[in-house]
C-alpha cells in the first residue's frame, strides 16, 4: 500500500510528459488555483510532522509514514502551474518567476530532494533520520517563499 504512492522515475517523467501536453487547454486563473491548492495540501501534511518535531504533539512513526510520503508527491506536482500566462492572476506568485525560471527550478528541485530523503526515512520508521531531514524541507519551502512568494 504505502509502496503504491511512490511515483517510480519512469511513471514520473511519464506523468510530466501528460500533464505539459494536457496544460495548453488550462486557463490561467485555473492553474492558480491549481498549484495554491497543491501548496495548501503541502502545508497540510507538513504541520503535523513540524508539530512532532517541536515536541508539541507525541511523534507517531505512522502518520509521519503516510504524510511524508504525500508531501513527496505533491513536492511533484504544483511546478507546471507556474506559466507566464498566470502573471496577470491574482496570485501572490513573483512575477520574478517567469524572469528567472531556472532559479525557480533549482527551488523546487531542491524541495523533490528533500522530501525524497524525508520520505525514505519516514517509510523506514527511521525516527533519528527523519528528525535529520525535516529541517531540509522546511527550509526548502522557506527559501522558495522568501525568493518567489509576496509577503501577505
Ligand atoms: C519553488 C518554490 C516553492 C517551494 C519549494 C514551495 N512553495 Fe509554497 N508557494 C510558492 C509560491 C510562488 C506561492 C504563491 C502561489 C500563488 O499565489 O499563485 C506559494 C504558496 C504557498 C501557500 C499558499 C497557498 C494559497 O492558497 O495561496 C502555501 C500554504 C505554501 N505555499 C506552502 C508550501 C509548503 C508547505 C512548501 C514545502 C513543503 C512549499 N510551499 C514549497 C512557491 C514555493
Redesign the pocket.
Known amino acids: 500500500m504505502k509502496k503504491s504512492l511512490l511515483a517510480t522515475g519512469a511513471a514520473l517523467a511519464l506523468g510530466v510528459g501528460i500533464a505539459a501536453s494536457a496544460m495548453a487547454q488550462v486557463k490561467p486563473d485555473v492553474l ?1 488555483k491549481q ?2 491548492a497543491v ?2 495540501l ?2 497540510k501534511y ?1 504541520g503535523p510532522i513540524g508539530a512532532m518535531m517541536k515536541g508539541a504533539v507525541p511523534y507517531n512513526a505512522d502518520v509521519v509514514a503516510v504524510n511524508a510520503t504525500f ?1 513527496e508527491n505533491l ?1 511533484r506536482m504544483p511546478w507546471d502551474g507556474f506559466q507566464p500566462s498566470t502573471a496577470g492572476e491574482k ?3 513573483k512575477p520574478d ?1 517567469y524572469k528567472d525560471m531556472a532559479k ?1 527550478k533549482a ?2 528541485e531542491t ?1 523533490e530532494a528533500e522530501t525524497s530523503k524525508l520520505g525514505a526515512a519516514a517509510r523506514a520508521k527511521d525516527e533519528a533520520g527523519v528528525r535529520a531531514t525535516f529541517g531540509g ?1 522546511a527550509k ?2 522557506g527559501s ?2 522568501d525568493a ?2 509576496e509577503k501577505s
Request: contains cysteine; glycine residues 4%; charged residues 10%.
Open positions: 492558480v498549484r495554491q501548496m495548501t503541502q502545508g507538513l508531501l513536492a496570485t501572490k506568485a518567476i525557480f527551488a523546487w524541495l524541507v526548502a519551502c522558495c517563499h518567489f512568494r
